[in-house]
DNA sequence: GATGAATGAGGGTTCATTCAT
DNA sequence: AATGAATGAACCCTCATTCAT
C-alpha cells in the first residue's frame, strides 16, 4: 500500500489516518512535547493498533511530520478563509490579532511548528524537506503574511515603496513575537496583552499610508 | 561535593566543569538537537569520565541546563560589554545586527534557548524554574533589550510616550525575526540579508524622535 | 496489556509469564542470590526479549515478587494436597518434615520467601504489601500450619487448653529451624538430620493428648 | 599496612575502623537493606574518606562482613554477661526473653545476621567463610545457646536424656521465632507478644525435670 | 487490512574501586 | 596515613519497529 506522503487532501485521507492526526493534536494541547510523544501514545489516542500507523507511514517522524503539515494547513486555510470576510488592511490585521489570543489549541501547534522550522531534529529535517521538495508551502504562514501584504498593497492601504518580502516578514514577525509573549511570561513583561495595541499601532504607522 | 547550580562565577567553574560546558556547546555548533544528545556524547567529548557529570549533575537535564544558562550569560555579558563602546542608539541597533550576522555558533545556543523558553520539554521547565527560582535575569536576552531601550530614552533618543515595556519587546522581536530569518530560509524570504536595512529603518522610524 | 498482578491462577497465566517464573525459579535452584538477579538474566533464562518481562510487569521487583508469590502459592498447595491422604496429626507433622528433608528445590525458595518476609528490602516490601492487599494469603506458610493445628484439635488429638496462635506458631518454628539446620551446617550442629527424630518427639510430647 | 580480618579485639582496632563499624551499625538501625548500603553511605556516616575504608578493608563486603561479626560478638558477649547475673535456668530463659522483646537495634543486626548465614550472597559467603576459617565462633548464637544448655544440665535443671546438640537447637529455635515474630506481624500472628508466656512454658516443660 | 505481542538496541544513572595529591 | 575526585562497567527500563495471526 503507498505510503501516506503529506500531500492528501482532507477527503482522500483514510478514517485511520484521520485519527492518527487527531491524536497527535490531541497530544499537543495537552502539552505534549514532540520529542517525548512515543507512537504508543499516538495509536492509543487515535483508538487503533500500533501497527496500523506503519501500514500508513514509514517512520513516526513521518506520521508526526505530516500531521503538524497537515494542521497547519488547516490552520492557514482557516485563516484565510476568516479574513475573506473583513475588508480593510486595518481589520485584518487586528482580526489575525484577535486570532492570536483566542487560539490556544492552535496556537500550541504553531508553536511546535515554528520550533521544528528552526531547529536541528530529525523531525525539523523531515518536515523542512517534505515542505521543500513537495511544493507545500501552503504549510507555511509566511504565505499568509504574502497575501496581506500583497492585498494591502493593492488595495493602496500600504505604502509602495517598501518591498513586498520585508512588509510579509516584518508582519510576520510582529506575529510571533505577539503569540511568544502570550504563550509564556517568563521574558518578564508584566501583561502580555498590554502591549497589544501598541503591536497594532506600530504596525500601521510603519506600514500604512 | 555540592552540585552546580548555574550561578557559578567563570572562575568559580571547576576544570571538568568548564569540560562539560565547551562539549555541550560544541555539539550544537555540531547541530546536534538537544533531546538526541546522549550523557556519553557529553563526556566522550568531554573527554571525560561518564560518571564525572553526575557528579556535577543530577541529572542530564541540571547539565544540560546550566550549559545553556552558562552560554547565555556569556553572550549577554559579550554583547553588553560590546555595546558599552558604543555612543547612539542608532548605531548600537546597527551593532547588533551586525552581531546577529556574524556569531553562528552564538546564534545556535541562542536559538535553543529560544525554543526551551517557549517548550513543553522537561529541559525547558528546568530552565524556566531556574531563572524563576534563582533570580539569573542575567541570562535572559529581555535584560539587555530593557537596557537598551532604557539608555535610549534617558538620552533622550527615543520616543517617551510608549512604554518601556513594549519598547524591549519591539527590538526584542525584530531582532529575534532577523535572526530566524538568517538562521533558515525555508520561509521562502530569497535574501535574509537584503531585508536587514528595512529592520533597521523600521526600528529608527517607530521609536526615535 | 494489563500487567500481571500475581493473583492469576495457573491456567490463567501467560505462556511468557510462565517462562519467566520458571527462570527465576531456576536461578534461585542455581544458588542466585535475589539481589544480584539481573532482568537480563531471567529473560535469557526464559529465553525472550528484555522487553517482553516489561509488558508483563511494571518493574524487576514486580517480577520476582510475583514469581515467588506464585512458587509459595504452588508449594502450599502441593503441600496441602500432600498432607490431605494422611490420616494422623503425627503422621501429618512426619510426612511434613519428609518433605523439608526431600525437596532441595522449593527449600531453597522458601528460604528466600521466609528472608523477605523480614527484611527490609524494596522486594520484600513489595511481597508484603502483595500479600496484605490482594487477600493472598494463600501463598504464607502460616496458612498452612493453621490448617494443621486447627484439624489436629478439631480430631482430638491436640490438647485444647492451649491457643490455636501458638499451636500453629509453635509448629511453624519447629519446621523452620529444622530447614535451617538442613539448609546450612555452619551453625555447628554436626549432623542435622540426627535432630529430626527429637523435633518430632518435642512436638507430640507438647501438643498431643 | 595489613587489612583488617576481623578477628581483633576491641582495643586493637584502629580508630578508623571503629568509626566504620559504628556507621554500619546505624543503618541498620535506621533500617537499610545490606545489599543497598554503598560505601559512600558508610563512609559519609563514619565521617571519614571513602579511600580509608580500602586502606583498612579490600573490599565492601569485606568491611560489612567484619563489622557484623563484630557486633554479634559484642551482643554475644553481652548477653553471657547478663546471664552470669542470673542463677536458675528458667530465670536465664526469662531474661532472654526479656532480652529478644527490648533490643530493637540488636534485633536489628542479630536479623540480618541471620540471614546471612542462610543466603546465597557474596556476602553471605564471605560471612561464613571467615566463621570457619578463622575460628570465630564467638559470634554464633548457637554457641551461646550450648552454653545455656550445658549449665542447665550440669545443674541438674534439664532432663538428661537428650542429646545437647537438640537442646541447643530446640532453644536456639524457640528464640528465632519469637524474634521473628516480633520483628513483623505480617504472618498473621495477632499479638507476637501474648505467645511470649506460651514459648517459657514450652521450653521448661519439655526441657525442665 | 489490522493488530499488538515481542524484540533488543540504546539511554540515563549508580557505585565499587582507584590513585594522585 | 588520609582523602575524595574520577572512572566506567553494568544495570534498569523505554520504545521504535517488526511480523505472525
Redesign the pocket.
Known sequence: ?GKITGKEKTNEL???VKLLYGAVLLLFEEGAEIS????????RRA?????????????????IACSIIYQMQQIIEKVTVRMEGVESFRERVDNMLDWVEGGFQERACFNRFMHLLTDQSCLGQRIRQKIEVKSMEECLPMVFFYRLAQDGISRGEIRKDLPLDYVACALYSRMVSYMTFLYMNSLRVKEAASIRPHILRGILDEFCI
Chains 1, 2, 3, 4 share one sequence.
Open positions: 500500500m483514510p478514517e485511520k517525548d510523544i512515543t507512537v504508543s501514545d499516538i495509536t483508538g487503533i493498533g500500533k501497527g496500523t500507523a506503519y501500514d500508513y507511514f514509514d517512520s513516526k517522524e513521518d506520521l
